[in-house]
């Protein structure tokens, strides 16, 4: 789970517009959110991932769904309200259902910033205050199948590519060619890409990322041999913005 950053509202959502999908969804209970400039914009906020889980909304078997922070069986005058709409997986829209965020408060992606409520043990997310506790409970952001194994496969996918690039700046075939630097620095890039923000699962993938110690090394190797450039300072703090980390 990644912080979001707010997005304008939609120029087809204007006052009288909410004012007119409130009073039909009052009166006949119809999904009057769902609208593509609503939807497709939603996706723009999220890098088209699940605001909660972080699956690609876009992968087989998941599609977006319209996330109403407070809930709009509880609070139906919220809902169209643009700071109360999020995207979201069907598993976790299931799963947090009609929990009412007012009266027992969750991360809201865009509002807090889940680094300060969340950390990461082996691929389960652990709730370091209460926010992030009720957070991980009420969407179940540790269900196994689901989300936890998913996890591992991105966090193994990327420590295996850390191995095999260690091996490389260890060897000393072609090492200072042009050919060889090329190489190590496109497969650097490619691994830490792995850990932004329009990734899937990439508070998981970033926060692996900085801990693993053939990283550092490899991170010491560039610096030492001239290759540490600003793309790569400029990703690091990409990859810092995803991790749950102190």
């Known amino acids: 789970m990644i912080k979001l950053q707010a997005i304008a509202k939609p120029l087809q959502l204007t006052d009288e517009k909410v004012k007119q999908l409130t009073a039909e969804y009052k009166q006949s209970e119809k999904a009057v959110w769902k609208k593509t400039y609503i939807t497709h914009t939603l996706l723009l906020m999220s890098f088209d991932k699940c605001c909660f889980c972080e699956t690609k909304l876009s992968e087989e078997s998941k599609y977006l769904e319209v996330e109403h922070f407070h809930p709009k069986s509880l609070y139906p005058d919220e809902v169209v309200s643009w700071t109360n709409l999020l995207p979201i997986c069907k598993r976790c829209n299931g799963k947090k259902s009609n929990h009412d965020t007012k009266l027992e408060p969750i991360i809201h992606p865009v509002k807090d910033n889940p680094k300060e409520h969340l950390t990461l043990k082996n691929y389960r997310l652990l709730g370091t205050t209460e926010l992030g506790r009720l957070t991980k409970d009420v969407v179940y952001l540790n269900d196994t199948e689901r989300l936890v194994v998913p996890r591992f496969k991105v966090g193994n996918k990327l420590e295996n590519e850390l191995e095999k690039l260690l091996d490389t700046t260890q060897s000393t075939t072609n090492k200072n ?27 998981t993938a970033a926060t692996i990322l900085l801990n693993d110690t053939n990283f550092k090394e490899i991170k010491q190797y560039f610096i030492v041999n001239n290759l540490w450039s600003d793309d790569f300072k400029q990703l690091e703090t990409q990859v810092e913005y995803c991790a749950l980390l102190p």
């Open 177 to 203: 060619s042009r050919i060889h630097v090329n190489k190590m620095t496109g497969h650097l890039e490619n691994i830490m890409k792995m850990a932004t923000k329009d990734s899937k699962y990439s508070a």
